[in-house]
C-alpha cells in the first residue's frame, strides 16, 4: 500500500493552506531505540515555516530513522512531533497532519509497466482528486519536473534521473506543504541532480517547507537555508547555513608570486586577520588562513603590491560544508 501522506498547497500558489504556526516540524525529546540500538537520541529540532532543512551526518547516524518518524512511517519509542503546529498523536490515524506532507524516501518503489500518466493519475485517485481538477493537477506537477513530453512512456523506460523526478512528482500530486526527502539524489549523475535541484528550488519558491537530506554536501549547500548534523542519533548541530559558514568555516587566501618569499612571509606576519600560512615546496605560492572580510583582504593585497611583491594570483576561498561537516565528524570523535 502507498503511504498516506497528502496534500494542501499549490504550485505555484497556496490556497488552502492553514496559517503558518511559529514551526513547521518541530520535536520534543524525540527518541527511537530498536532492541538495543538507540537510532534516535532525545532529538529537539525546530524548522520554520519555508525553509529548505539539509539533514546531514554518516550512514546509520539516524536520519532516515528521524525522517520516517517525521512522516507517521515509524512509531517513537518516547517524544513528541508536532507539524504545523498539530500534534502527531500514536494509534491515530492523523488525517489531517498526513495531508500536509509528502514523503519521498530513498528506496520508494515505481509500478514499471505503468506509463507515467497512469502512475501519476492511479495516486490522485488515492487521494480523492477528482477532474478536472486531477487532470489540471498532473498537467502540473509533470510540466514541473520536466517529464509533461514522457506522459505516455512506461516507467521501465525511463532514466534513473526521471525516475527520481516521477517520485517527486507523486509526492506533491496532492499538494503538501511540507517535503520530507531521503536521499532524493543518490546515484544521480550531475546533470540529473540539478534538475532534480531546480525542482527543489522551485518548490521553495511557491513557500514550501522542506527537509532533506543528502550525502552529496554541495547540493545542499546550494539548495539549504539551515543546516542539521546527526551523528549516533544525536543533532549536535542546527543552525542557519549563513551562521554555520561564519562560525567553522575558515577563510583561505592563495598568493602565486616570482620572488620575495620572505618579504611576504615577514609581511604575512605583521598583517592584520593573517592567522597562519603554509608555504608551497617551491617557496613560490602560499596558502593564508584568513578571518577578515573582503574589504580586509583587499587591503592586504594593497600592501603587498605596495611592497613590490610581483605576484600573479591573488584569491579568497571559504571552507565549504563537506570541509565544515568533516571537521565536526573528526571534533566528535577525538
Not at 522551485?202 to 537555508?225: F, K, N, P, R, W
Request: proline share 6%.
Amino acid at each position: 500500500m502507498p503511504d498516506l501522506t497528502a496534500p494542501a498547497i499549490s504550485t505555484p500558489a497556496i490556497s488552502t493552506a492553514p496559517p503558518l504556526p511559529e514551526y513547521a516540524i518541530e520535536t520534543r525529546d524525540l527518541t527511537k531505540q530498536f532492541d538495543r540500538h538507540l537510532a534516535v537520541n532525545n532529538i529537539d529540532l525546530k524548522i520554520s515555516p519555508g525553509e529548505v532543512y539539509g539533514l546531514i551526518g554518516p550512514n546509520g547516524a539516524g536520519k532516515t530513522t528521524l525522517i520516517r518518524m517525521l512522516a507517521a512511517a515509524e512509531e517513537p519509542t518516547v517524544g513528541e512531533i508536532y507539524i504545523h503546529g498539530e500534534r502527531l498523536v500514536r494509534d491515530r490515524n492523523n488525517t489531517t497532519i498526513k495531508r500536509y506532507l509528502g514523503y519521498l524516501p530513498d528506496d520508494y518503489p515505481l509500478y514499471e509497466d505503468l506509463t507515467v500518466w497512469d502512475y501519476l493519475d492511479y495516486y490522485a485517485r488515492l487521494y480523492e482528486l477528482r477532474d478536472p481538477k486531477r487532470t489540471q493537477r498532473l498537467h502540473e506537477v509533470l510540466e514541473l519536473v520536466q517529464l509533461e513530453y514522457k506522459r505516455n512512456s512506461q516507467i521501465s523506460e525511463l532514466s534513473r534521473g526521471m525516475k527520481q523526478r516521477l517520485g517527486l512528482a507523486r509526492t506533491i500530486v496532492h499538494e503538501p506543504i511540507l517535503l520530507l526527502l531521503d536521499e532524493p539524489v543518490s546515484g544521480l549523475d550531475p546533470i540529473a541532480r540539478r534538475q532534480f535541484r531546480e525542482v527543489i528550488q522551485t518548490l521553495q519558491e511557491a513557500g514550501m517547507t522542506i527537509l532533506i537530506s543528502s550525502h552529496v554536501l554541495s547540493d545542499l549547500a546550494e539548495l539549504c537555508t539551515s543546516i542539521g548534523i546527526v551523528e549516533l542519533g544525536c543533532l549536535v548541530e542546527s543552525t542557519s547555513l549563513e551562521n554555520l559558514y561564519r562560525r567553522l568555516s575558515c577563510q583561505q587566501i592563495f598568493i602565486k608570486f616570482s620572488e620575495g618569499f620572505d618579504r611576504l612571509t615577514d609581511l604575512l606576519s605583521r598583517a592584520p586577520h593573517v592567522e597562519s600560512w603554509t608555504p608551497a615546496p617551491d617557496r613560490l605560492s602560499l596558502t593564508v588562513n584568513f578571518s577578515g572580510d573582503a574589504d580586509a583582504s583587499a587591503q592586504l593585497l594593497r600592501a603587498i603590491v605596495m611592497a613590490n611583491i610581483p605576484i600573479s594570483e591573488f584569491h579568497r576561498t571559504q571552507e565549504s560544508l563537506e570541509d565544515i561537516f568533516l571537521k565536526l565528524g573528526h571534533k566528535q570523535v577525538s
